[in-house]
């Protein structure tokens, strides 16, 4: 069980690194977390990436109980809405939440991100919803956040950023990655003329092709 802790701490600390090298998290905003045995395991509050390490991951129960803090840092204060995610979904592992540029850019318009382009299935079905607005780290916005993760991957959360989710962190990498490109396109789509969208039938096409795969496939 330690050894597990210490992979999961591990792993959160390699991809917090590579969110940063992929431009989509900046200074300390954004954070991550893993599922664990009796919790959750998710990066700490206000700690910039060169002060980042391992030991400064924080264990915490699904009652928001500190189990494990090897270091004094307190948790992410945005915890409350990954609680929640993990009661709410068995087969999720982890959870990416990213301050990033093009996702944050049409949070700000508070629409959801229609069908424009195939990939948009990668969220789980034919749009990304944009959770309404609340405080960071409050009940309510965990509450809009479960509304808008209904049957999806990821969604957009109004005024603020971005959640992509996945059975692993591998997962919710590769899927908050995307939701961030597919962000840019719309948003540069926009600038130039009216996207065409998808219509239902050939997004169902696109999800169940997604399910034969098993996993999302890139071509
Ligand atoms: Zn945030």
Request: charged share 20%; glycine share 6%.
């Amino acid at each position: 069980m330690m050894k597990k802790e210490m992979l999961l701490r591990k792993s959160l600390f390699q991809s917090s690194l590579l969110l940063n090298r992929k431009g989509l998290n900046h200074g300390a905003t954004g954070n991550l977390s893993c599922r664990n045995d009796n919790g959750f395991i998710i990066t700490p509050s206000g700690v910039s990436l060169e002060n980042l390490d391992s030991n400064s991951m924080v264990e915490i129960g699904f009652n928001g109980e500190i189990i494990n803090s090897k270091s004094n840092y307190k948790p992410s204060s945005e915890w409350l809405f990954h609680r929640d995610i993990y009661a709410a979904k068995d087969d999720i592992h982890a959870i990416v939440h990213t301050h990033s540029v093009f996702s944050s850019t049409l949070s700000v318009i508070g629409e959801s991100i229609p069908p424009f382009h195939y990939m948009i299935a990668v969220a789980g079905g034919d749009s990304i919803r944009c959770s309404d607005y609340a405080l960071f780290g409050s009940q309510e916005l965990s509450n809009n956040i479960i509304i808008a993760m209904e049957q999806r991957k990821a969604c957009l959360i109004s005024n603020h950023g971005m959640i992509a989710i996945g059975k692993d962190l591998n997962e919710a990498i590769n899927i908050a990655i995307e939701v961030e490109h597919l962000a840019q396109v719309y948003v540069q789509a926009k600038m130039i003329g009216t996207p065409k969208l998808l219509n239902d039938n050939q997004m169902l096409e696109v999800i169940d092709k997604f399910k034969n795969y098993g996993e999302w496939s890139k071509d």
